[in-house]
C-alpha cells in the first residue's frame, strides 16, 4: 500500500504561486489515479484536480486555469502547481490515492496528511 506526504504548503498574498508536492512510498504512483482534495474550515472536502485511469488530467471549474496537476512518474511524485492564487484557495490540501483495476478506477482512497495553504488578499 502507497504512503503519501505531501509538501509545499505556505502562505502567500493573493495573486501569488505555491507548488505542492506528493511525494510516494511502498507503492508506484503509475498504479494508482491520483487527485489533490482540499478542505477549508467549516467546509466539506472537495475535489481540486486529478488524473484518471488514462492520464488525463481533469480539474475543479473554481481552478480551471490556474492550477495545474503532473504526476512524475520517474519521481514518484505528484505534483500542483497553483498560479493566480485567492483568499478563497486557503485551505488544506491533500493528495488521494485510489488503485487502479483494469479498467477502473478503485473507489478506495489512501489519504496523505495534508498541507495547509493560505492565501491573504
Known amino acids: 500500500q502507497v504512503q503519501l506526504v505531501e509538501s509545499g504548503g505556505g502562505s502567500v498574498q493573493s495573486g501569488g504561486s505555491l507548488r505542492l508536492s506528493c511525494a510516494a512510498s511502498?507503492?508506484?504512483?503509475?498504479?494508482?489515479?491520483m487527485a489533490w482534495f482540499r478542505q477549508a474550515p467549516g467546509k466539506e472536502r472537495e475535489g481540486v484536480a486529478s488524473i484518471d485511469l488514462y492520464g488525463q488530467p481533469s480539474y475543479a471549474e473554481f481552478v480551471k486555469g490556474r492550477f495545474t496537476i503532473s504526476l512524475d512518474n520517474a519521481k514518484n511524485t505528484l505534483s500542483l502547481q497553483m498560479n493566480s492564487l485567492k483568499p478563497e484557495d486557503t485551505a488544506m490540501y491533500f493528495c488521494?490515492?485510489?488503485?487502479?483495476?483494469?479498467?477502473?478506477?478503485?473507489?478506495?482512497?489512501?489519504w496523505g496528511q495534508g498541507t495547509q495553504v493560505t492565501v491573504s488578499s
Open positions: 511502498g507503492n508506484t504512483l503509475s498504479r494508482y489515479c
Open positions: 488521494v490515492a485510489r488503485p487502479k483495476s483494469i479498467n477502473v478506477c478503485s473507489t478506495n482512497r489512501l
